[in-house]
C-alpha cells in the first residue's frame, strides 16, 4: 500500500528544486516505490572535496533533499509540511566520479514526526553513506522545507 499523498511525478519533484540547493547540486529524482523515494547526484566539480572525493556534506545535502521531499510526498500540502529536524550520516566509501544515489525509506510515519533511513550507493551499489533523519510535520504555512 502506497505512503503517499498523491500519485508522484518525479519530473515535478525534480523541477520543484530547480532554484534552490538540490537543483544547484544537480539532484534529480528517478524512481520510487511504495514507501520509498530514490534520487541521483553528480560527483564534479559542485559536489567534491578539495581532494576530488566526494564532499560528505553534498551527500548530507542529497540525504536530506530525499527525506525532506518524500516526508513532504506523505502529506497533504493544504494542511501539513514537513521541516527537517536532525540527520546523522556515517560515510563509509570515497567516490569520486559518476553519480550517487539515495534511497529514502519510510521508518516512522506519526502526527508530530516521521523517521526516514536514507542509503546512498555508488554506481556499483556500494554503501556511500548511511544517514537516519527526523522531520518535524508542522501546519502548512509555518516554514519551509528542511
Do not use: K
Request: glycine residues 12%; charged residues 20%; negative net charge.
Amino acid at each position: 500500500m502506497s505512503i503517499w499523498h498523491s500519485p508522484l511525478d518525479l519530473g515535478a519533484l525534480t523541477a520543484g528544486c530547480a532554484g534552490s540547493m538540490p537543483g544547484l547540486l544537480g539532484i534529480e529524482f528517478v524512481d520510487a516505490g511504495d514507501d520509498w523515494l530514490r534520487a541521483r547526484m553528480p560527483v564534479d566539480q559542485r559536489t567534491r572535496q578539495p581532494y576530488g572525493r566526494l564532499h560528505g556534506g553534498a551527500s548530507v545535502a542529497l540525504a536530506e533533499t530525499v527525506a525532506s521531499v518524500a516526508a513532504m510526498a506523505t502529506l497533504d500540502p493544504a494542511t501539513s509540511a514537513a521541516v527537517g529536524m536532525e540527520i546523522n550520516a556515517n560515510h563509509l566509501r570515497p567516490v569520486g566520479e559518476g553519480f550517487v544515489y539515495a534511497t529514502a525509506i519510510s521508518e516512522a510515519r506519526g502526527r508530530s514526526s516521521q523517521v526516514w533511513t536514507i542509503r546512498v550507493t555508488d554506481e556499483a551499489e556500494r554503501l556511500v553513506c548511511l544517514a537516519r533523519m527526523t522531520a518535524a510535520v508542522i501546519p502548512a504555512g509555518r516554514g519551509g522545507v528542511g
